[in-house]
């Protein structure tokens, strides 16, 4: 029997009409021999980028006076911007998959509340950490180290960190709309609704009041399928706030009068000017200022502990966004398992290193990317057309900065919610199987730090299997971080 042959002009999965030959962006990422075609793969770049753009303003927010440090709003936008560009230059030409990155929910807040808050490190010694923790996993991805360090984590911890970051971004979240209230005796309480009382300000409950309502507008955009439900959450909640404070303006409140008066629109090009001399090279210029001796534990399991979140924060992005996408898309191999992922984690890596250059904590693949997928995104090029529109996007800074932090809470709380989804992974009903991801999400959030929490989990798993006469369950690795986390605790912490 004769064997059929392609139609002239089509190559297996290629989508060009006969006689048309592809063009230079198509025969370099391969569009059409992906089943894609241009015009998707530059739409599906719109989407991702549509659903991930609000961690320009998010990020900046944290990062603005990080430590004490005077760092301005504009600097941290150009450098958070520029982080996503290169990293996702990386994954459109190094691995040319439809994945874009950028500064990691998670990873920041850690850098900003815990390392340069709780354990006083500066801004300069918070980004020597995350570059030394960046050389760390690209020396783990090309040495093939990955999946031993991957096989060696506790199944039970590995599903609990997602879980733990997820809650720990929720309450920074709900502290930055100003509805968690410090509280004398239980510490935090939920902030005062009471008009009558006057307890609270009225800019202070506004606030409030919008984090709640960016949080349920996310929730109900993203339920009807919207795509861009974050930033178009984010944006209505923002003329939301202004309204009601000019509500307040007029009914002649102090607290809404001054809000508007603090509102300026800065030059888009002193933020240019404030990265150069705030946050570009300040790794190298000031990395090493204050460090002693006497920290180097606490130093190595920082380092660790963002490396180890990249590593899975990232193998669990490729994997939700390659599998969700099914065989089908050309992301997985006949067997199943994602192509190119060394290159994926070699260019997740490196961002990462680049990142801490620029001024900014863990660049990591993103899992919205898996909207782009869904819209069709097959190859480098949608990652291509993300970074394209994030290097647009670094001369609106200006604009950036007038969106309110209680807009912006909704999406990180909204982030959380999302990442607490595979708490139903967790064998609860096994004490021995369910106390280490307990301690490790509970950790995360009550001493509000996410190394605590990994360290608590590991230090746990490790005491119950000894205990329980399961020693041979002790993977060496998971022996050895734990035996690090137990000297930090005793020495250094």
């Known amino acids: 029997m004769e064997e059929k042959k392609p139609k002239e002009g ?44 609000y961690i320009l303003v ?67 010694n918070g ?5 030394c923790s960046g050389l760390l996993f690209l020396i783990l991805t090309v040495v093939g180290a990955r999946q031993a360090i991957v096989r060696a984590m506790p ?8 879980v733990g970051i997820g809650l720990f971004i929720a309450f920074v979240g709900m502290q930055n709309a100003g509805l968690i209230a410090a509280d004398p005796s239980t510490k ?17 409950m506004i606030g409030a009041a919008v984090g709640l309502l960016s949080l349920i507008c996310i929730g109900v955009l993203a339920g009807r399928k919207v795509k861009g439900a974050i930033p178009i ?37 002193q933020a240019f000017a404030d990265f150069g001399t705030q946050a570009f090279g300040k790794v190298f210029t000031e990395g090493w200022q204050g460090l002693s001796s006497g920290r180097i534990f606490e130093f190595l399991a920082v380092m660790i502990s963002f490396a180890m979140v990249d590593m899975f924060d990232t193998i669990g992005t490729l994997i939700g966004t390659c599998q969700g996408a099914g065989k089908e898309s050309g992301l997985l191999d006949e067997r199943g398992e994602i192509k190119n992922l060394n290159r994926a984690l070699l260019s997740d890596s490196v961002a990462t290193c680049t990142g801490a ?32 529109l994030f290097l647009l996007a670094l001369f609106f800074s200006p604009l950036a900065a007038l969106i309110p932090s209680a807009a912006t809470a909704g999406a990180l709380i909204y982030v959380g919610v999302l990442m607490m989804g595979r708490i139903t992974e967790i064998d609860w009903k096994n004490p021995a199987e369910a106390i280490p991801p307990f301690l490790t999400v509970a950790m995360m959030s009550f001493t509000y730090s996410i190394s605590y929490g990994i360290a608590a989990g590991f230090l746990s798993y490790t005491a119950i299997k000894l205990f329980t006469g399961k020693v041979r369950e002790i993977h060496p690795v998971t022996a050895v971080l734990s035996v690090l986390f137990l000297f930090t605790f005793l020495f250094t912490h």
């Not at 994945?99 to 900003?112: H, L, S």
């Not at 199944?155 to 997602?162: D, E, G, M, R, Y």
């Open 58 to 124: 998010v990020n900046a927010d944290l990062f603005t006076d990080v430590g004490g440090s005077g760092l301005t709003f504009g600097a941290a936008y150009i450098f958070t911007a520029l982080g996503a560009v290169i990293g996702t230059l990386l994954m459109a030409f190094l691995a040319r998959m439809p994945i874009a990155q950028a500064t990691g929910m998670g990873p920041n807040a850690f850098f900003v509340v815990t390392v340069c808050g709780t354990l006083g490190y500066t801004y300069a």
């Open 127 to 131: 980004l020597l950490i995350v570059l």
């Open 155 to 162: 199944k039970a911890v590995q599903t609990a960190i997602p």
């Open 357 to 388: 250059i620029l001024g900014t904590s863990t660049v990591t693949s993103f899992l919205e990317s898996s909207a782009g997928v869904a819209a069709g995104g097959r190859t480098g090029l949608t990652s291509l057309t993300v970074a394209v």
């Open 233 to 269: 959450g984010i944006a209505l909640s923002t003329l939301a706030y202004y309204a009601f404070i000019g509500l307040g303006c007029a009914a002649g409140d102090a607290s809404c009068r001054a809000v508007f008066d603090g509102i300026t629109l800065s030059d888009p090009f």
């Open 188 to 204: 935090v309480t939920l902030v005062s609704f009471n008009i009558l009382s006057g307890q609270t300000e009225a800019a202070v």
């Open 10 to 53: 089509r190559e297996a999965g290629a989508v060009l009409p006969a006689g048309k030959k592809p063009g230079r962006l198509d025969r370099f990422f391969g569009v059409s021999a992906s089943g894609s075609t241009v015009k998707t793969e530059l739409f599906a770049g719109l989407i991702t980028f549509v659903t991930m753009v």
